[in-house]
Each structure stands twice: as structure tokens, then as C-alpha cells.
């Protein structure tokens, strides 16, 4: 990926070298569309079993489309995969991480199908009892979280907190006082090691806000804080190492951490841990350019690694958990989007680049300008027998980093009106939309069957205005 031949470099006209010139501009790739994605004879991309010329004529543009039947399956196969391959060890479930999209909607969804939940903020904690999880169902996360989300937490009777700090520890101690409760607690460590994509990076400091250091003795001087205080229950140790891992192995260096600091757990305290949660962080591929493994797969590999390193310690296998986000919800949504302004730019040396204007763009999707994520794009109102052009769709807004989808070759008379839809969008835009020069967040809709289900409305210009106090 960090290199290229200057030939094909050249030949493609400045794409990058994953990005190749599709045989058939029209064509779905399958591997990055939802489960029920398919183009018509006319080129009319249907999700769900609807177009999305209806769906956008009834719920308008930008739009967050949700393939429903997909988002569950891929939630429920996640569930079995790690169900299985840890059946023989200590057993193992699957926790959904809210924060990559949750609505009160997709909540019910995830309680009909026995889905346990993370949240990290009192707000995704509303949201998801709304939606009928039961508490004991959900894990309360976060870095710095306020007195008044823990005392919601536990007043709702939430299975376990994850203290982030050495701080929090006292904090939440006095307010379990207060309040009579005695909660359940694992301790989140920061272990050294960084994944990302197909690498990771494994050091001895750790430097960044989240968690406990190994490192530094945190760790020791965060369960022997703990310990030492009787209202709290300490049930494991947690660690999240990363988002967008496609290398098993990462996982294994992480597994084998956490395997020793159990055991120092056991030799320093004569307490055996039961839980381990490994967090989330499962890689989807938002382009070609990227090749997870199925869950089954994944589970199976984690498995292996857990039992060899805790039996290297002596220890028995503890029931582990793990959160997919993006993995769950990612895949599952695509974003509807209406072309507008169309230009050609010259890139020099006889190239040049279609720049798209669509009617959303970082207010919905940040990622492409936080992340410098990779998108792919297709026309999805027509069929088109334009050659393929090379071309970047970029948003609205005032922000010359307003940019949704970076390289995709589109069809070279895309023109106003059309219809765009961008896949992989389901995780992390919904989430992390803001109201950037004052637009309205898009819809929420899920699709199945045929039928649109709108999870959540178009925000409106009297929604913005409702909170300024001088409207
Ligand atoms: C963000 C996060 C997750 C989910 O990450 P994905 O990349 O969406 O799978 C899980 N656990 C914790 C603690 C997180 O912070």
C-alpha cells in the first residue's frame, strides 16, 4: 500500500494504486455493499428491496440508508462466531459499541436479538434502555465520565463499569456510597499496543488519554485501589487496542498482555479474574483496498490465542467479550447523496479530475476529513455508457478538506440531479454528524423488505433554532 508503480500510477491518472478503472462503471463491487444492495436493468440501485430514486424522493438527500436485515445478521453472526469458538474455553459475548451508530430504533432491534450493549456517555445510555435493552445487558465506558453519568448508571442497574482513570476510581467509590450501590467493575489497560489497519505497533509507553498503563505500575496501583475498596467488585481487566484491524495477530500480542497481567492479578491478590474484555476495533473494508476476515474466522484465531496464553500462565481460560462497532453497523449503511455543481479540473501532464459537489458532505461524514478514510462511490439513479473518469465528491461546506470520497472512478456525464450513493457509511457519520454551517443532520431510514422505516428525522432549520435562545 506505501508504494506504486509509477506506470500504472501514471496510466490511471493520479488514483491511487488500489483504486483500479472498473470494467463496467455501473457495477456493484459486493464486498463493499450491503447484504441487499443490487443495481436494476436500468442502473436504479435498490437497498432493501426499494430504489433509491423513491427513497429519495420520499425522504429526500443527503440520507442515511440502513440495510436492516444486514445490520442484524452481521450483529447476530458476530454473536455466534464468538459464542462458538470460545464454548469450549470460558465462553464469550458479544457487546454491540453503540457509539458507531445507535438510534432508540436500532436498540429494539439489538434487544429482539439478544445483543448486548456498550455505551460511554448518560446519552447512549438513554438512548439504548429506550430501545428495551435491559441494563444489565450494558456496559458503561469512557474516559472522563461526569458524577452525574456514573450515578445514572448505576441507578439503572447497568452489569459493568469500566474505569478509564486511577482518578475514577475514587470517584466512583463515593458515589456508590452515596448512592448504596455496589458495582461491578473492570479496569481498562493501556497495554503498549497499537493497531490499525494491517499494522500495529507495540511499545512500552503509552501515549495517549485511555486507560491504565501497564507500563508505568497504573495497572498494579488501579486493582490494588480497587481491591481495597469493598463496594466496588472487580471482575477483569479490558483492553482496546485499536479501530480497522484486519490482523488477528495484534489481537494475539494484546491477549498475551492481558494473560500476564491476570496472572500478576493472581500472584499479588490470590484473585482470579473471570473476565477479559478484548474491545472492538474489527477492520470492514470501505474500498477494495481492504480484506477483513469473517468473524467465525477472527473468533476462532482469538480463541486460539486466548487458551494458549492463559494456559502459558497457568490460568484458566476467563469468559472474554468483545465490542464490534464498525463492523456490525458499517457495512450495513450507504448515504444517499444529489449531485449538484459538476467541474473538471486539470492535474497537469494531460490529466485531470471530475470534482462532484453533493448536498451533504463533512457535516455527515467526517471521516474522509478526520481520518483521511478511504469511500467509493456510484451513480445510483441511472445507467450511464460514459467512460469512467477519474473524480473526488466533495461536500458543501465551506472547507476545502470537505471532501466525502477522495478517488472513484464515476461516470464522465454525472450532472446535476443525479444520484450518488456512497457504501460503508453506516458506522461513525451518523455518530459523528455535526451541524456544520448550519445544515440539517440527515435522516436515519431502514430499509427491508421493501418498506422504508425512517429511524430518525431530517433534522430542520426550527430543530437548530429551537436551542438559540434569541430566535
Ligand atoms: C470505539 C470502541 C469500540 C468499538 O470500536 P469499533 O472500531 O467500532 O469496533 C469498542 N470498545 C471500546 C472500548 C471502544 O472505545
Redesign the pocket.
Known amino acids: 500500500m506505501s508504494s506504486h508503480e509509477a506506470g500504472s500510477l501514471h496510466a490511471q491518472g493520479r488514483a491511487p494504486a488500489w483504486l483500479e478503472v472498473p470494467q463496467d462503471v455501473n457495477a456493484l463491487l459486493a464486498a463493499i455493499w450491503p447484504a441487499h444492495a443490487a443495481k436494476a436493468a436500468d442502473g436504479v440501485l435498490q437497498v432493501g428491496g426499494l430504489s433509491v430514486t423513491d427513497l429519495a424522493a420520499q425522504v429526500g438527500t443527503p440520507a442515511y440508508v440502513i440495510d436492516e436485515a444486514d445490520f442484524r445478521a452481521r450483529a447476530t453472526a458476530f454473536a455466534a462466531a464468538f459464542g462458538d469458538a470460545f464454548a469450549g474455553l470460558g465462553g464469550a459475548h458479544v457487546h454491540y459499541?453503540a457509539?458507531?451508530l445507535i438510534t432508540v430504533g436500532i436498540a429494539r432491534w439489538l434487544a429482539e436479538d439478544g445483543l448486548a450493549v456498550?455505551v460511554?456517555t448518560g446519552g447512549e445510555l438513554e438512548i439504548v434502555t429506550r430501545g428495551g435493552i435491559a441494563p444489565g445487558r450494558v456496559t458503561f465506558?469512557g474516559s472522563n465520565k461526569s458524577d452525574a453519568e456514573l450515578v445514572a448508571a448505576m441507578a439503572a442497574g447497568v452489569d459493568l463499569i469500566v474505569i478509564d482513570s486511577l482518578p475514577e476510581i475514587d470517584q466512583l467509590d463515593r458515589l456508590a456510597a452515596a448512592g448504596g450501590h455496589q458495582p461491578q467493575v473492570m479496569l481498562r489497560c493501556s497495554i503498549g499496543i497499537e493497531a490499525h489497519t494491517h499494522e500495529f505497533i507495540a511499545t512500552s509507553h503509552e501515549d495517549q488519554k485511555f486507560g491504565l498503563s501497564a507500563a508505568d505500575g497504573s495497572v498494579r496501583e488501579g486493582v490494588a485501589r480497587v481491591l481495597a475498596r469493598p463496594r466496588l467488585r472487580l471482575r477483569g481487566l479490558h483492553t482496546?487496542i485499536g479501530?480497522?484491524i484486519f490482523d488477528a495477530q495484534a489481537f494475539g500480542h494484546a491477549i498475551q498482555r492481558m494473560a500476564q497481567l491476570t496472572a500478576q492479578v493472581d500472584r499479588e491478590h490470590g484473585l482470579r479474574l473471570t473476565e477479559l474484555g478484548l474491545?472492538?476495533?474489527?477492520g470492514v473494508a470501505y474500498t477494495t483496498g481492504h480484506d477483513p476476515l469473517d468473524p467465525v474466522d477472527m473468533a476462532g484465531r482469538m480463541a486460539a490465542h486466548v487458551e494458549r496464553e492463559f494456559r502459558a500462565e497457568g490460568l484458566t481460560a476467563p469468559h472474554v467479550t468483545v465490542?464490534?462497532?464498525?463492523?456490525i453497523a458499517g457495512p450495513a449503511g450507504v448515504t444517499l447523496y444529489t449531485v449538484g455543481a459538476v467541474k473538471s479540473v486539470s492535474l497537469g501532464g494531460g490529466f485531470d479530475r471530475l470534482y462532484v459537489s453533493v448536498d451533504g458532505g463533512m457535516s455527515d461524514n467526517i471521516r474522509t476529513a478526520l481520518y483521511g478514510a478511504d469511500y467509493s462511490a456510484t451513480l445510483a439513479s441511472r445507467r450511464s455508457e460514459a467512460p469512467p473518469r477519474l473524480s473526488r465528491v466533495v461536500g458543501k461546506h465551506c472547507e476545502s478538506g470537505d471532501i466525502v470520497v477522495k478517488d472513484e472512478y464515476l461516470p464522465a456525464d454525472v450532472t446535476a440531479g443525479d444520484i450518488l450513493a456512497v457504501p460503508v457509511t453506516g458506522?461513525y457519520c451518523h455518530s459523528m454528524s455535526s451541524n456544520y454551517n448550519s445544515v440539517g443532520r440527515p435522516p436515519v431510514v431502514a430499509v427491508r423488505d421493501g418498506l422504508a422505516n425512517v429511524l430518525v428525522r431530517r433534522e430542520t432549520v426550527s430543530d437548530l433554532l429551537a436551542r438559540d435562545l434569541y430566535a
Do not use: L, T, V
Open positions: 459499541a457509539k458507531a456498550d460511554c465506558h482496546h479501530s480497522q474491545g472492538g476495533g474489527f465490542e464490534p462497532g464498525r463492523a458506522a
